[in-house]
């Protein structure tokens, strides 16, 4: 990687890819396989802030590899609503500017983040939903696919085990255990996301989702809502959650962490633990999230005994975990 120059502040970059009750697998190659998808949409993210890009374009990046792997709740992972179709929800946060670009309930966007980022940047809106978030992806020329490409027989097989099951909307491989899964697919909160701080000292935050298993149609969760899922602010943090959506909107989480080191000065870790743990956990949400303050430290709290994850500061090595 290219060393600093003329920009004072060390690059970090850290993502994450959903968070539940974590099962220790007895055949290691199956957490190798997370761990390396992880390191691999890192990787991606990592390149342009070594090379002097923005923090908007490696978090939008690395959002991108994690839509485009099967693994994870977002993109072509994405899990079907009740009527057997995805749903997807995105959004990015410039720190710099506080712009944002959101949309949700897309269904043949292939990478919705970047229909997120088009929202934040060409179109003069914050949000964008459904038809009206498709029709302004086909005028930015968004890659746009057929249904059929988010066609998976393992989400499939999930709604059809959550509907036997009688059990309304489930959170991402709810409604049965899949062979091989290292997360307990009754508690696992399926959404993809990434922070950052170029060398400019600027912030981002960027999160995608297909939502929940058997969902009602139309549902919306925390990703695109600015505050709840995603916030970014030069003056304090960029925060990307995952978890029990609903909770995490009322919690206002995201812009919580972020008031809270604004008007309380607390440190990040003081206050991205209280936000989790103190007013998310106090509601019954469940999950964590990521994030990354102006001097770049990095704080990852989530109240599941696990979470996906990866980071990396200029430098240094990248870093995946699953575990506490």
């Not at 890659?143 to 066609?151: C, L, N």
């Not at 989702?209 to 809502?225: S, W």
Request: proline share 3%.
């Amino acid at each position: 990687m290219s060393s600093i120059t003329d920009m004072n502040h060390p690059y970090v970059l850290a993502i994450h890819g959903g968070a539940g009750t974590i099962i220790p697998s007895a055949d290691h190659q199956i957490e190798a396989v997370y761990h390396a998808a992880l390191k691999q949409a890192t990787a991606v993210g990592e390149i342009i802030l070594a090379n002097g890009g923005s923090a908007v374009d490696a978090v939008v990046a690395a959002v991108v590899a994690l839509e485009d792997c099967p693994l994870f709740n977002a993109g072509c992972g994405s899990v079907y609503t009740a009527d057997g179709i995805q749903e997807m929800d995105a959004s990015v946060m410039d720190g710099s500017t506080l712009a944002a670009g959101a949309v949700t309930c897309v269904r043949t966007v292939r990478n919705p983040v970047r229909l997120a980022q088009a929202v934040m940047e060409k179109s003069g809106c914050v949000l964008l939903t459904s038809e009206g978030a498709e029709r302004f992806a086909h005028e930015c020329g968004i890659d746009m696919v057929a249904p059929e490409y988010f066609a998976n027989e393992i989400r499939m097989a999930q709604l059809l085990r959550a509907r036997t099951a009688a059990a309304g909307a489930q959170l991402d491989h709810d409604g049965g255990a899949t062979s091989g899964d290292p997360i307990d697919p009754n508690q696992k909160f399926g959404t993809v996301g990434a922070v950052a701080r170029d060398r400019s000292g600027n912030l981002a935050s960027a999160v995608s989702t297909g939502g929940l298993t058997n969902k009602r149609p139309g549902r919306v969760g925390d990703t695109p809502i600015v505050g709840a899922g995603c916030y970014a602010d030069n003056r304090t943090v960029a925060v990307a959650a995952t978890g029990t959506g609903e909770y995490f909107m009322r919690a206002v989480a995201a812009y919580d962490i972020a008031a809270r080191i604004e008007y309380g000065h607390l440190s990040l870790e003081q206050a991205a633990h209280q936000t989790i743990f103190d007013k998310v956990s106090a509601l019954g949400g469940r999950g964590g999230v990521i994030a990354i303050d102006r001097d770049g430290n990095l704080a990852m709290p989530f109240n599941t005994s696990g979470m996906y994850r990866a980071w990396v500061r200029e430098g240094e090595a990248v870093h995946t975990a699953i575990f506490l």
